[in-house]
């Protein structure tokens, strides 16, 4: 299948500064990417979807000055945290869509961020 | 709005058991079903995708169903082993949408 990367897997920051976590598609270049939350025992929350050269559509709650996300090329979208709180401590996962008509999405590894 | 309910939440069963894992929907008008396998701190690895059109897929040991009237999907593990222990997601796309909606899982558990 389609690979999809997310760096950093791990992140731990201080209260108050902005982290940014990347998305990569490394075989194949993907139009559209989603970003999701996902809490403990809980389903995955999609908080946006990201479109090469636009602006992202964010779902509704979701603080888009509080992620700003970046979609600047086929094989590249970034979720950046800003000014972070420990509630924003949490593991988000991105995904990509292959572009067939199958809609089958690959996910990335993930990226656990705790705010301190 | 569509939901998605996973049924059971957790599951613990002896190595070499065949298991289902059930996943429910209340809109039935979706695009495709996916279930995936999430290992702890980990992202998601997809096992097999289901057309709204078709009926099932298999990938060895794998099987799933999908019956889109009733809003249902299981997914059939034989022989189950060790590493198999994982979370089990089960996902639906809308139609003309590719977003998925998620169930929150079932925690599988297979004891040597």
């Known amino acids: 299948g389609a690979v999809v990367s997310q760096h950093p897997s791990r992140v731990i920051c201080k209260s108050g500064t902005s982290v940014k976590i990347e998305c990569r598609s490394l075989d194949f270049q993907a139009t559209t990417m989603f970003w999701y939350r996902q809490f403990p025992k809980k389903s995955l929350m999609l908080m946006a979807t990201s479109n090469e050269g636009s602006k992202a559509t964010y779902e509704q709650g979701v603080e888009k000055d509080k992620f700003l996300i970046n979609h600047a090329s086929l094989t590249l979208s970034t979720l950046t945290v800003t000014s972070a709180h420990p509630e924003d401590s949490s593991f988000y996962i991105c995904s990509a869509r292959v572009f067939t008509n199958t809609g089958e999405l690959f996910f990335g590894e993930g990226s656990r961020l705790t705010v301190l | 709005k569509q939901e998605v309910t996973q049924i059971p939440a957790a599951l613990s069963v002896p190595e070499g058991e065949n298991l289902v894992l059930n996943c429910s929907f209340t809109d039935s008008a979706i695009y495709n079903l996916q279930w995936f396998r999430q290992d702890p701190g980990k992202g998601l690895t997809s096992l097999l995708l289901i057309q709204s059109s078709q009926r099932e897929q298999t990938s060895g040991r794998l099987n799933a169903s999908l019956d889109k009237s009733s809003g249902r999907s299981t997914l059939y593990i034989a022989a189950s082993q060790p590493g198999d222990s994982a979370t089990y997601l089960c996902?639906?796309?809308?139609?003309?949408?590719?977003?998925?909606?998620f169930g929150k899982g079932t925690k599988l558990s297979v004891i040597p």
């Open positions: 996902a639906v796309s809308g139609a003309g949408s590719y977003q998925l909606t």
